[in-house]
């Protein structure tokens, strides 16, 4: 098996990753085919679908699966429940969220908000990003990708191990 679309057993964690990128096409209905390699990562789960919502940080839908949403949710507890950043964390997270199931033939329909804030029409480019994955719109994420990769080759020595970049203490 090549990488190209697997999703990969993490670092003895017993987790799986959302690894590669895919464009499907979004039918008249917003219903999107999922991955396969995304769903089989999500089916390790209780609950076979996707929580979807804006992301805060892009022009994309952030997707999790139900697990890692409620590790995020445990996170924000962490908060003081009366603070400000408790109530945006959770306001953004909780009740920002769909919870997508998938039908028969592994899709889901985005719901309009989804679809405006990403800018999504035709067709979704689904990204792994390890604990996640995002879906944009295609060109979009071409620029964005291409932008991320000139970020890093200019730093080189940052795949370096943890050790290496510790003067070799671990």
């Not at 090549?2 to 895919?22: I, K």
């Amino acid at each position: 098996m090549g990488p190209r679309g697997r999703a990969r057993a993490g670092a003895g964690l017993g987790l799986r990753y959302f690894r590669s990128s895919f464009t499907n096409r979004i039918d008249a209905k917003g219903r999107i085919s999922v991955p396969a390699s995304f769903r089989g990562v999500i089916a390790e789960g209780d609950w076979p679908g996707v929580c979807c919502l804006r992301s805060p940080t892009d022009r994309a839908v952030d997707a999790y699966s139900q697990a890692r949403l409620d590790e995020l949710t445990e996170m924000i507890e962490e908060f003081d429940p009366m603070s400000e950043k408790y109530r945006h964390f959770n306001l953004a997270l909780n009740g920002g969220c769909w919870e997508l199931n998938f039908d028969s033939e592994g899709r889901v329909s985005l719901p309009e908000e989804l679809l405006h804030h990403a800018r999504l029409s035709a067709e979704a480019t689904f990204v792994g990003l390890g604990r996640y994955f995002q879906i944009w719109e295609p060109e979009t994420y071409r620029a964005r990708f291409e932008k991320a990769f000139e970020a890093i080759q200019t730093e080189p020595g940052l795949m370096r191990t943890r050790a290496d970049r510790n003067g070799g203490a671990k």
